[in-house]
């Protein structure tokens, strides 16, 4: 019921900046636990950042990070615009993968997790 988009990746030297998009489609986008996860090239996928969506005892809108990008990277969300963004600040050659976004929540013992199809990252001189 998830359709998740990802863009503004791209070439960038070190030190440099990039923003990601991911745009959602559905109409219950606010609910969701939103993730941001990356793969590089003979490793496996790991998660960069995350934010929570609403529920019973949260308004949502709590953020964590992967220690590796603490202090560099900001998730955001807009529910409005159903979208989710990473401004990513002072980029290291290590920051280089296809970044993914995930949607994700569990209701009445199921769980319904949503992948886009990635953008691809390059940080190089």
């Known amino acids: 019921q998830v359709q998740l988009v990802e863009s503004g990746g791209g070439l960038v030297q070190p030190g440099g900046s990039l923003r990601l998009s991911c745009a959602a489609s559905?109409?219950?986008?606010?609910?969701?636990?939103m993730r941001w996860y990356r793969q590089a090239p003979g490793k496996e996928r790991e998660l960069v950042a995350g934010i929570t969506g609403a529920g019973l005892s949260s308004a949502g809108g709590i953020t964590n990070y992967a220690d590796s990008v603490k202090g560099r990277f900001t998730i955001s969300r807009d529910n409005f615009k159903k979208a989710v963004y990473l401004q990513m600040n002072s980029l290291k050659a290590e920051d280089t993968a296809v970044y993914y976004c995930?949607?994700?929540?569990?209701?009445?013992?199921?769980?319904?997790?949503?992948w886009g199809q990635g953008t691809q990252v390059t940080v190089s001189s």
């Open positions: 559905g109409s219950t986008f606010s609910y969701y636990r």
């Open positions: 995930n949607a994700y929540r569990a209701v009445y013992g199921r769980d319904y997790n949503y």
